[in-house]
């Protein structure tokens, strides 16, 4: 009998990867994204990050390219058209990255804690909702979160 837990694995070798845009570069968990060009789930499209001082010394540590580099999320988003949004910024910057995501269809991921407030949480809830998009907190066990997200997401083209 196979594992259910490993479905998503299979299933994703067989699809395109992921179009990730980044919303910040300040969390240390970052690390572990940027240095995962070699798995192919994944494609960065775009990095929303005011700091350019941080955004060149890892692009220079991770090997990116500074084009993709944006100093905000609007821009981001309007020129990158990524599937899915990864916010490695403040907390209290999550509930933003979820306002200008979701109504576009643009699914998310935060870093934990989700929000600053269960204000906050439940807008991001609403918006979520109304957005038809999956909001999630980064968790991490043997397997990385990317390798499920196409099959997380509720309505995404091939």
Partial sequence: MLN???LPVITF???KPVRIGIAGLTHDHIHGLLGRKDKGDIIIVGIAEPNKELAERLAKRYGF???IVFPGIDEMLRKT???AVMAYNDIFGHLEVVEKCAP???HVMVEKPLAVSVAHADRMSVLAETGKTVVWKEYFKKKSTFT???STFPHQPE
Avoid: N, V, Y
Wanted: no cysteine; proline share 6%.
């Fill in 4 to 6: 259910i837990t490993i």
């Fill in 13 to 15: 070798a067989q699809q």
């Fill in 65 to 67: 390219d500074l084009e």
């Fill in 81 to 83: 058209e990524p599937e």
């Fill in 104 to 106: 576009k269809g643009i």
């Fill in 148 to 150: 499920a997200t196409r």
